[in-house]
């Protein structure tokens, strides 16, 4: 099993950036693919980013040029890098992983990004 804690979330306002953490409990080297999601009250659960373990990433469509999704194995982390954030950004943030044959999910934290 592989348990993960988010961090860096908070309030911020629009035009700021946040840096959210994912750290997990077992060495990212055997880890696949890791993920940062959000739900926003009412919406369902979106993607926001992932990335592979050797550094392929993938980014929503409304985030592209403003994240920036990052792993790094040796510290079993990763991170998001949000920039220009913007009021529909705000939501619950979690973070994902990939091993074995299962899905990990954090806990959670909260972005809010004020106008």
């Known amino acids: 099993q592989v348990q993960l804690v988010e961090s860096g979330g908070g309030l911020v306002q629009a035009g700021g950036t946040l840096r959210l953490s994912c750290a997990a409990s077992r060495s990212s080297f055997y880890i696949g693919l890791m993920g940062w999601h959000r739900q926003a009250p009412g919406n369902e659960r979106e993607l926001v980013a992932s990335?592979?373990?050797?550094?392929?990433?993938n980014y929503a469509d409304s985030v592209k040029g403003r994240f920036t999704i990052s792993r790094d194995n040796a510290k079993s982390t990763m991170y998001l890098q949000m920039n220009s954030l913007k009021p529909e950004d705000t939501a619950i943030y979690y973070c994902s992983a990939v091993f074995g044959a299962s899905t990990y999910w954090g806990q959670g934290t909260q972005v809010t990004v004020s106008s």
């Open positions: 990335i592979t373990f050797g550094g392929t990433t």
